[in-house]
């Protein structure tokens, strides 16, 4: 899955992974001359959750990061309201949703 800089690769077989991670970390060194960040050149099993775009994704399901509730938190304004509630519509349950609109009444329509 890739979306601008940002991807990650998905598979079954772990040195299948390691070997395309050695080259993908070749060909961006060599012919982009980048680097990828090593907190984010990691391996993990998709059962613990993997965090891509602010969005922490299981097996079964998704949840906004912390990070993304922290920014939502800080930032919600009358400017961002809709781009704020098509991310929690998105990407969030029930629960997600009334705690945004609790926020919006608490912060905003005061």
């Excluded at 997600?96 to 919006?104: E, G, H, R, S």
């Amino acid at each position: 899955l890739r979306y601008g800089d940002d991807f990650i690769i998905l598979s079954r077989d772990i040195e299948q992974l390691r070997v395309m991670r050695e080259g993908i970390v070749t060909f961006l060194r060599y012919w982009l001359k980048l680097d990828i960040n090593s907190k984010n050149n990691i391996i993990v099993k998709i059962q613990k959750g993997v965090k891509f775009l602010g969005v922490e994704i299981f097996p079964k399901g998704r949840r906004l990061s912390a990070k993304n509730w922290s920014r939502i938190n800080h930032k919600l304004s009358l400017l961002n309201i809709s781009s704020y509630y098509g991310l929690v519509g998105w990407h969030g349950n029930p629960g997600d949703k009334k705690y945004l609109a609790w926020l919006i009444r608490e912060k905003l329509l005061r």
